[in-house]
Antibody, heavy 117, light 107 residues
Framework: QVQLVESGGGLVKPGGSLRLSCAASGFTFSDYYMSWIRQAPGKGLEWVSYISSSGNIIYYADSVKGRFTISRDNAKNSLYLQMNSLRAEDTAVYYC??????????WGQGTLVTVSS | DIQMTQSPSSLSASVTDRVTITCRASQGISNFLAWYQQKPGKVPKLLIYAASTLQSGVPARFSGSGSGTDFTLTISSLQPEDVATYYCQNYNSAPWTFGQGTKVEIK
């Protein structure tokens, strides 16, 4: 069965960096686009970024452009999100999701990122 | 960027009531519209994709319609387990914006 497991969240000071990982299993990872979505405490969903199956097509939300970098390693069935210059407003649960023909069809359990001094 | 506007932001209805949530895109997105359900404390779950296609395993009381800029999610007979926040999402073109969500409660 499809499984997505995020890791790498934690507490970081404003201006700091963090790298999130998402380990995928149960499907052919290299066949699928992948995305990151976040949810601030008590707030709605915010799409962050997506990457194509080969990694040559990438898009970001304006709120993270220039600070976050999405990448993937198809040999390791892994998706990443490098987050730099973190701000308090980046505090959220970060989900990775598989992008099927039918939008984001499988989601991980999420990892919490807290940006605070 | 395409903005997605949901209405209402919250609603309260009785069990077996018919519930309708609308989602409007600021420009046409064809049928590249998905609906997600997020129960309290849980991970979002895909309900409907391509505006009207039910994801496998989703109860038939859920349905979606629309194309272009105006979309609807309908629950034909509200059940207690449908208490959740519902989000629409444009996946026609990046950024893949979500609506602000509609919280559904039981009266």
């Amino acid at each position: 069965q499809v499984q997505l497991v995020e890791s790498g969240g934690g507490l970081v000071k404003p201006g700091g960096s963090l790298r999130l990982s998402c380990a995928a299993s149960g499907f052919t990872f290299s066949d699928y686009y992948m995305s990151w979505i976040r949810q601030a405490p008590g707030k709605g969903l915010e799409w962050v970024s997506y990457i194509s199956s080969s990694g040559n097509i990438i898009y970001y939300a304006d709120s993270v452009k220039g600070r976050f970098t999405i990448s993937r390693d198809n040999a390791k069935n892994s998706l990443y999100l490098q987050m730099n210059s973190l701000r308090a407003e980046d505090t959220a649960v970060y989900y990775c999701a598989r992008v099927g023909p039918m939008a984001q069809d499988y989601w991980g359990q999420g990892t919490l990122v807290t940006v605070s001094s | 960027d395409i903005q997605m506007t949901q209405s209402p932001s919250s609603l309260s209805a009785s069990v077996t009531d018919r519930v309708t949530i609308t989602c409007r895109a600021s420009q046409g997105i064809s049928n590249f519209l998905a609906w997600y359900q997020q129960k309290p404390g849980k991970v979002p779950k895909l309900l409907i994709y391509a505006a009207s296609t039910l994801q496998s395993g989703v109860p038939a009381r859920f349905s979606g319609s629309g194309s272009g800029t105006d979309f609807t999610l309908t629950i034909s007979s509200l059940q207690p387990e449908d208490v959740a926040t519902y989000y629409c999402q444009n996946y026609n073109s990046a950024p893949w914006t979500f609506g602000q969500g509609t919280k559904v409660e039981i009266k």
